[in-house]
């Protein structure tokens, strides 16, 4: 039966030590604990270059890697190592799980599914623990154990239909720096349904049992920050712990998002070239941003997004661009020639304490029509009342959510 690692990830009571193999420090490739005392894992995109070396020095040669329009997109990989002996998995990161509203993410196939029966230290959930009853109280599971056999069962269910079932497991996590966390807790699902294949996807969600909050108790700062790079080529960062806050990091602060555990930032203003747009001041009010690594694009209200289509066009009519036709994006015919991507419109959203200026690459990008098309859409378009901070405007942004402080903060060109 195949074997997947699955986005849960929950800590019971692990202890850290440092490891004794100095092979295991080669399955963290690249990891590393950085001056600020933070675990740092490399991020990159599914056509960096590095990900052939990877995949082969990991014995990955027979794996298939699905390319597509979508996955070059959208989807970056960071390398967390599982298991006695260690084995490398890339998987995907989401700062929004278990979602109630409309969750975006996409997955590649990147390296061999976790096999249990070849770690040493691979043990089952017993279905009395703690844990295992707040996950079934979470997934609203009844019962969750096998019949005759002590194993903690686990549900997960995103709104678009995909799903991952299975046991809750614990395993060692090789962690930078030769460290490990024994008694790791996960889910090794038995069946999924996904829109596409992957190793796994971590947890950076506002949830106790997220991968985050359990590599972060083993700092002594409960933040953590990423940079997810802006094209192929360049290697951004997933640092879990302390972090630098001088003059460059801009900050705003952070919310929580009802009931909901998602992370979330109070917009109030936004601009194009410097223009306000003529919307009430008030409908910034009446919903907060969520900011979610799945999401691609951002999504705004409903008004906002018609004044901003409005600003947008005016400004790119008056430099030669033709509107395009498509539905809920705003797009624009390019005439073939070499576009000047310095001389297109710089949008800027207002936070509480700061302002966040978007260039070229976070506002515009070229579709597979060759039309310029603009990073944002309606909240029609996704969840209507929902505004989405995605991962297109945020690229190349140093971005920090310091849970501690309840902090959200972002340094231009980090990657």
């Known amino acids: 039966m195949e074997v997947f690692l699955a986005v849960m990830v929950i800590l019971l009571s692990s202890t850290v030590r440092s490891a004794s193999s100095t092979s295991s420090s080669g399955s963290t490739y690249g990891t590393n604990l950085n ?5 740092q894992f490399p991020m990159f995109h599914i056509n960096h270059p590095l990900l052939p070396s990877w995949t082969q020095s990991a014995n990955m040669q027979d794996t298939t890697i699905i390319r597509g329009d979508n996955l070059q997109e959208n989807v970056f ?14 998987v995907t990161i989401d700062t929004c799980r278990h979602c109630d509203t409309r969750c975006y993410w996409q997955t590649g196939k990147a390296g061999p599914t976790f096999n249990p029966l070849k770690s040493s230290t691979y043990r089952n959930v017993n279905c009395s623990t703690e844990v295992c009853h707040a996950m079934h109280k979470i997934s609203g599971l009844f019962s969750g154990c096998v019949d005759g056999k002590d194993a903690c069962l ?4 995103y709104a678009l239909g995909e799903y991952s079932v299975g046991y809750l497991v614990k395993d060692k996590l090789t962690l930078p720096n030769n460290y490990t966390i024994d008694d790791f807790i996960f889910g090794c699902g038995a069946g999924n349904l996904y829109s596409g294949s992957n190793t796994g996807i971590i947890g950076i969600g506002n949830e106790s049992y997220s991968f985050f909050n359990q590599v972060a108790r083993q700092t002594n700062y409960r933040a953590f920050s ?3 790079p802006s094209d192929h080529e360049n290697e951004g960062f997933l640092s879990i712990g302390p972090y630098v806050r001088d003059e460059k990091l801009k900050l705003t602060r952070l919310f929580s998002y009802g009931h909901l555990p998602f992370y979330a930032i109070q917009q109030l203003g936004m601009m194009v070239n410097g223009i306000r747009l003529e919307v009430d001041p008030r409908i910034y009010s009446t919903a907060m941003t969520i900011v979610d690594t799945g999401t691609t694009d951002t999504y705004i209200l409903s008004p906002l997004f018609h004044a901003l289509d409005k600003e947008v066009t005016t400004a790119m009519l008056a430099k030669g661009y033709a509107r395009g036709s498509l539905k809920d994006k705003i797009c624009f015919v390019t005439s073939g020639e070499p576009i000047d991507w310095n001389d297109l419109p710089t949008i800027e959203m207002e936070f509480g304490m700061s ?17 310029i098309c603009l990073t944002f859409r309606p909240d029609d378009a996704g969840v209507k009342g929902a505004q989405v901070l995605g991962n297109r405007a945020m690229r190349s942004f140093r971005v920090v959510y310091d849970i501690q402080d309840r902090i959200f903060g972002f340094e231009a060109g980090a990657c």
């Open 35 to 39: 001056s600020d005392g933070a675990f």
């Open 77 to 90: 990989f960071v390398a967390i190592s599982l298991g006695t002996p260690a084995v490398l998995n890339l």
């Open 154 to 157: 686990y549900r997960i269910r």
């Open 226 to 228: 990423y940079c997810l």
């Open 355 to 371: 302002t966040l200026l978007l260039r070229m690459g976070n506002v515009f990008y070229v579709n597979s029509d060759n039309d």
